[in-house]
């Protein structure tokens, strides 16, 4: 058995064609989806082994998108990892409210049912790292 | 008894799974988010283990490392990395890590591995031996450590608390409600020094804070640290003057800031203890005073001596060398009387020590008292040559300025001094009139007919903060930003926030010195005619974005670049309906794009775009946006030339070999 399928959700073609090519080099299969509705359609039909969800996307945004595959029993047990712009909860802010945004936007990603988050803009390094990280979890050929 | 491991490991999924599985063993876990926490929870738990993750953000995995390993209290803890195969040829060499293990890891090997490490530290008599002889530095150095810990933990809130209070300052209130929050902002800003002065002491104790060795001009300083102290003086009703030998030179090499906070350090202290008179800070060169003989001249170091006189409350002679110890005043009542004053001395003592010097302090009970301190510096190499400050000096003359100020003495004194500079003068008697005479006069080019605006704040009819922003109103259509320089003789911080709320770039307080005037205004206008110094993009983030790959980083820019024109299109026209919404949603967006391509100014202009719209105020939004379009340009040209393509191939191969 080859390596896992991952599939990437986001409304911004630069960075799809950047994740996937960076997946891709490093030997997994990988599908784009450019929205909410278009992303549930493929993991439902092509059963990826893991969906990296872009949060903010028009229509749909990537909770929704979360929330929804994980109500569907064909989608439950794909593992979820979360793109946010917000910047990462270990950066200095000025303002507590700042931080406690953040704080909120993730509890809000892993209520609707992700399992890690990635902040945006991801270097190659660490997006590989935490695929690796998860795939492993979920006893899924790294 | 069960073995205690502290898990540094940014990823919530990787600690979790290893917790279990070190859990299902028998040890006992400490976990640590970042390499912070984990130097942090290591000095305090004293774990039998570290386990490293090498990828974290911030602090990464090594710079802990050596952190951990510097630290007497935690540097005899084993250390296992937890690293990615391509991480292992960056690896801190030698015995400061016990063990490598490569993620994702076999849990089996993990477990014999730390069972490895844990024995063979048990029964190594050796490393009891070395224990035992750190416990007894460490004791040394616990309480400058705790004292450390504790005030970064303090300083945190305690910016939140100051933060709220500003904000609540901004709003209405009865003038016994303002007289509260000032009092509690005074307060905050007593506790904040205090805590950074433990913070320094600490510091400079545990041998962490060195000096820097720059040249710089001696006056600065000093000019420095008057300027500082100046207003507490002028609310006494206090004279403050400086008297600097003329023998000493101007350009010396040592460390600026430091001189600059024992100065202040000395002279608001002098402040605070005198009622009527005055303060004098003097400066002599030691060796001139003390032997005229020629060769000290030519001698590398040169020993200057500082001197604070007060016509204050005094010092007994048996509490004279005591002040300078931590926490120590003249008596227990002077901090009731006087508040603070537990740690500047202190602070200072061990700068100047630094500093190479002395200090001392000379006093009469009731007629005042002298602290004196020397230190010492290199002779700068060059004295700066005249003829470079004199070409600078003429950038800054023949300027058109307009000034905004209402009376008729002020504007006599103005006019003749900038004249007397060399500059052309426009007066208008208030805001109205200037902003009409901003608008009249007409444009050279892109830029406004005045080089410069000098505002004063309160006019009639219409005040300085009005005309600016009527100004800066304008702006946003014709393009171009002409420089205004507020005139006020209030200067608190609020008042100066208000300023720049307004657009103003910067203020000086009145009566106006033409000296600082040139000096407030001269960067300003060399700023313009110079290009931006900032690379449009960070070339080597880009690279990292895409794991060296430039092929795939073409393929980015191409698609990206194709897409920022309509995305920006959005965002003009989301800013065009006021919708805020929607402004955050493309500036977002945009936000996106240009942090993959290590685009972070444009980045930083997009977030900034963003928070407006998540905020709901737009106010700023067509400035930024003006801003953003200037630096997505930037962007495109960086991209468009050839040339980054071969610089990025070049890094990649140079890494590679």
Not at chain 2, 243 to 254: E, L, M, T
Request: net charge negative; proline share 4%.
């Amino acid at each position: 058995m080859g390596k896992a399928r991952i599939l990437c959700v986001d409304d911004d073609i630069a960075q799809l064609t950047v994740m996937a090519g960076i997946l891709k080099t490093d030997g997994y299969e990988v599908e784009t989806a450019k929205s909410g509705t278009d992303g549930i359609a493929k993991a439902r039909e092509w059963k990826p082994g893991l969906i990296i969800l872009d949060i903010m996307m028009p229509g749909m945004d990537g909770y929704e998108v979360c929330r929804h595959l994980k109500r569907d029993p064909e989608t439950e047990h794909i593992a979820v990892l979360m793109l946010t712009a917000k910047g990462g909860v270990d950066e200095p802010v000025d303002h507590a409210y700042e931080l406690a945004g953040k704080v909120k936007d993730r509890l809000k990603g892993f209520d609707s049912g992700a399992i890690e988050f990635l902040t945006k803009p991801v270097k190659a390094k660490d997006l590989l790292q935490r695929v690796k990280a998860i795939l492993w979890a979920s006893g899924l050929p790294v | 008894m069960s073995k205690k491991i502290l898990l540094v490991e940014d990823s919530r999924t990787e600690a979790l799974r290893t917790q279990l599985i070190l859990e299902r063993a028998g040890y006992q876990i400490t976990l640590a988010a970042n390499g912070k926490e984990g130097l942090f929870k290591a000095a305090m738990e004293k774990p039998d283990v570290i386990l490293l993750d090498t990828l974290m953000p911030q602090m990464g995995g090594f710079e802990t490392v050596g952190r951990l390993k510097l630290d007497p209290q935690t540097h005899n803890i084993p250390v296992l990395i937890l690293a990615a195969e391509d991480e292992r040829a960056n690896m801190p060499s030698g015995d400061a890590i016990a063990a490598v293990m490569r993620k994702p890891f076999d849990p089996t090997r993990l477990l014999n591995k730390l069972d490895e490490i844990t024995k063979g530290n048990g029964g190594d008599l050796h490393a009891e031996l070395l224990r035992a002889q750190h416990q007894v530095e460490e004791a040394k150095k616990s309480r400058t450590d705790f004292l450390a810990n504790m005030s970064h933990e303090l300083r945190t809130p305690l910016h939140e608390i100051m933060g709220m209070t500003d904000l609540l300052l901004g709003t209405e209130l009865t003038s016994e409600q303002q007289g509260f929050i000032n009092t509690t902002r005074a307060s905050s800003n007593a506790l904040l020094s205090l805590i950074g002065d433990v913070i320094e002491f600490s510091e400079i104790e545990v041998g962490q804070l060195g000096l820097e060795e720059k040249e710089f001009d001696l006056a600065e300083p000093i000019e420095r640290a008057i300027e500082i102290a100046m207003p507490y003086a002028t609310d006494k009703g206090l004279d403050l003057s400086t008297r600097i030998a003329a023998q000493i030179p101007k350009r010396v090499v040592g460390d600026a800031n430091r001189v600059r906070q024992v100065l202040t350090n000395l002279v608001t202290n002098a402040i605070k203890f005198t009622e009527r008179g005055g303060v004098v800070l003097s400066v002599n060169s030691e060796q001139s005073a003390v032997n005229s003989d020629t060769d000290t001249v030519h001698s590398s170091l040169l020993t200057v001596r500082f001197a604070v006189r007060d016509t204050g409350i005094g010092i007994p002679a048996d509490r004279r060398e005591i002040i300078f110890e931590p926490f120590q005043q003249v008596d227990s009542s002077a901090t009731r009387r006087f508040g603070g004053m537990g740690m500047g001395l202190a602070l200072a003592k061990q700068l100047v020590t630094l500093m190479g010097g002395k200090i001392w302090a000379d006093s009469q009970p009731g007629q005042g008292s002298t602290f004196h301190f020397t230190a010492q510096f290199k002779r700068a190499t060059v004295e700066p040559r005249p003829a470079a400050a004199a070409s600078a000096g003429k950038a800054a003359q023949n300027l058109e300025i307009l000034l905004a100020e209402d009376s008729p003495t002020n504007q006599l004194i103005a006019v003749a001094n900038l004249k007397k500079a060399g500059h052309a003068v426009t007066v208008a008697n208030n805001g109205r009139i200037a902003v009409q005479l901003f608008e009249e006069r007409g444009r050279r080019g892109a830029r406004s007919f005045f080089d410069l605006i000098l505002m004063d704040v309160a006019m009639p009819e219409m005040d300085g903060l009005e005309a600016t922003k009527a100004i800066r109103e304008k702006e946003k259509a014709l393009g171009g930003h002409t420089p205004i320089i507020a005139m006020t003789a209030f200067t608190t911080k609020e008042y100066r926030d208000k300023c720049a709320a307004a657009g103003m770039d910067a203020y000086i307080s009145k009566p106006v010195r033409i000296d600082e005037l040139t000096k407030t205004f001269e960067p300003f206008l060399s700023r313009e005619s110079e290009t931006p110094t900032v690379a449009p993009v960070a070339l080597q983030d880009a690279l990292e974005i895409v794991g060296g790959d430039v092929d795939l980083l073409k393929s980015a820019v191409a698609l990206s670049l194709r897409e920022v024109t309509g995305q920006f299109e959005e965002l003009k026209q989301a800013l065009a309906q006021q919708n805020p919404k929607a402004v955050e949603a493309s500036a977002h967006r945009l936000k996106g794009i240009m942090g993959n391509l290590g685009a972070t100014a444009a980045r930083d202009i997009a977030q900034r775009l963003e928070t407006m719209g998540e905020q709901g105020n737009l106010a700023g939004g067509p400035a930024a946006a003006q801003e953003l379009d200037g630096a997505i340009a930037r962007v495109i040209a960086f991209f468009s030339d050839p040339d980054w393509e071969k610089r990025a191939r070049a890094s990649q191969g140079g890494a590679d070999g």
